[in-house]
T-cell receptor, first 111, second 113 residues
Framework: DAGVTQSPTHLIKTRGQQVTLRCSPK?????VSWYQQALGQGPQFIFQ???????QRGNFPDRFSGHQFPNYSSELNVNALLLGDSALYLC??????????FGPGTRLTVT | GEDVEQSLFLSVREGDSSVINCTYT??????LYWYKQEPGAGLQLLTY?????DMKQDQRLTVLLNKKDKHLSLRIADTQTGDSAIYFC?????????????FGQGTTLQVKP
């Protein structure tokens, strides 16, 4: 049984560009959450998708947007990248909300 | 409010017990979690406890919850070098919430052989 997968593993972008990160949930899971983890910090909640809709959002600007597809996979889009967006982006999937399983993350570097 | 705090670093000898502590502020938190993160990797769910429990044991792991003091601890028995990692405490609410996790800043556990 494959766990949560994310792509790409690493990504380097320039300030002002746009980026799309992808996540496939664990088999049987229908909810996807995205987190940002800056170096040396704990993960910060960005938003959660369920039934193809954003169900809850953390304290992140509108430059961060997402999408969930009918097969439950999800994308995180970040527009107008800033240096401060450099972080590890983690996707977590769940079936019942209290058990969230994380993927390996995408390391985004903005130069 | 929502805030989770942990001590930043713990060093133990192989074979000793490790105790990692965490405090949280939101008394309405329903679930409390421990995650492990190894270098360059994602987060591994170790265990979690529902807020109406005081203790949960799972093999070498023991979680203690003191709701009155809003204090959570993770005890690792017979700590091994493979337990070296960053450990995150997290809280969540269930009803009226979607399972958003609020994390502490992590405790780095160093296990010396």
């Amino acid at each position: 049984d494959a766990g949560v997968t994310q792509s790409p593993t690493h990504l380097i972008k320039t300030r002002g560009q746009q980026v799309t990160l992808r996540c496939s949930p664990k088999s049987g899971h229908d909810t996807v959450s995205w987190y940002q983890q800056a170096l040396g910090q704990g993960p910060q909640f960005i938003f959660q998708y369920y039934e193809e809709e954003e169900r809850q959002r953390g304290n992140f600007p509108d430059r961060f947007s997402g999408h969930q597809f009918p097969n439950y996979s999800s994308e995180l889009n970040v527009n107008a990248l800033l240096l401060g967006d450099s972080a590890l982006y983690l996707c977590a999937s769940s079936f019942v909300s209290y058990e969230q399983y994380f993927g390996p993350g995408t390391r985004l570097t903005v130069t | 409010g929502e805030d989770v705090e942990q001590s930043l670093f713990l060093s133990v000898r192989e074979g000793d017990s490790s105790v990692i502590n965490c405090t949280y502020t939101d008394s309405s938190s329903t679930y409390l979690y421990w995650y492990k993160q190894e270098p360059g990797a994602g987060l591994q769910l170790l265990t979690y406890i529902f807020s109406n429990m005081d203790m949960k044991q799972d093999q070498r792991l023991t979680v203690l919850l003191n709701k009155k003091d809003k204090h959570l601890s993770l005890r690792i028995a017979d700590t091994q070098t493979g337990d070296s990692a960053i450990y995150f405490c997290a809280e969540s609410k269930s009803s009226g919430n979607t399972g958003k996790l609020i994390f502490g800043q992590g405790t780095t556990l160093q296990v010396k052989p």
